[in-house]
């Protein structure tokens, strides 16, 4: 009889610690992993919310206006008075030359020192003597080699003529009418350093592991605030003047800098 009753005890504790364990344990333990998964991913997306907005307080440190504004850039005196790498590569409207190479397109205006003669001796004299100089054999393909050849100077002539561009030595848009040369002005500073940090960010938006470079950067970004800093201690007009020539808002110069 005790015996039959402890059996019955025992069966009826396992059912009940049997219940437990399949009802409020499980969903329990169940709940707990899904608040940890839940935790893991909102602390990943909270940390790539963090890289996203410091990315862009760094991008509006070195560009110098907010993501989504490069209106301001393409449309300053500075974008307008430089020759860029993409525009290097652009078709454009210039003065043809005709060569043995092929037509070779000069700009309106060529930089200081190129006179006529030089124009003569650059774009039809060196292009054939550097076409020449390419073939040194003479097989069954050399008139092909030739003509390859010719076309690669071509091409680098055309090149050539958009680098000695007279806008891409020219400092009269940022400098007094008194002395249009006068290159140690804190705006012409200010806008060629701002042209070397646009090239840099360029490079490392492709080069991201390109240590050294970073560091160039974040001293050309506060090199180019120290002297709009110091044009506005000078003449505050000046300043305010030259900041949407250069394409630039003044909390990218004032506040702080994270490059």
Not at 40 to 54: D, E, G, P, T, Y
Not at 94 to 108: A, N, Q, R, T, V
Not at 186 to 209: C, D, M, N, S, Y
């Amino acid at each position: 009889m005790l015996k039959s009753c402890l059996i019955n005890v025992s069966q009826s504790v396992a059912s009940s610690s049997r219940s437990s364990l399949h009802t409020s344990a499980v969903r329990n333990a169940r709940l707990s992993s899904k608040q940890a998964r839940h935790e893991k991913v909102s602390k990943v997306q909270a940390r790539i919310n963090h890289k996203l907005a410091f990315d862009a307080q760094r991008e509006y440190a070195v560009l110098g206006h907010r993501p989504g504004q490069d209106h301001k850039w393409q449309n300053s005196a500075l974008a307008k008075a430089v020759i860029t790498q993409d525009a290097l590569y652009s078709d454009s409207v210039p003065e043809i030359i005709h060569s043995p190479e092929g037509d070779i397109e000069l700009p309106p205006h060529l930089s200081f020192g190129i006179n006529e003669r030089s124009k003569e001796l650059l774009f039809k004299v060196l292009p054939s003597l550097s076409a020449q100089e390419g073939v040194t054999k003479f097989s069954e393909n050399v008139v092909s080699e030739m003509q390859e050849a010719m076309e690669n100077e071509k091409v680098k002539a055309n090149m050539f003529a958009k680098v000695i561009d007279l806008r891409n030595a020219n400092a009269k848009a940022f400098s007094p009418p008194g002395n249009p040369f006068d290159t140690g002005r804190p705006e012409v500073q200010a806008a060629l350093l701002t042209i070397q940090i646009r090239g840099l960010w360029k490079h490392l938006l492709t080069f991201r592991k390109d240590i050294d470079n970073r560091r160039g950067l974040r001293q050309l970004v506060h090199k180019r605030a120290k002297i709009l800093k110091y044009l506005r201690k000078l003449d505050r007009d000046r300043y305010e003047a030259i900041l949407p020539r250069l394409g630039l808002d003044a909390a990218s110069i004032e506040g702080e800098l994270v490059v």
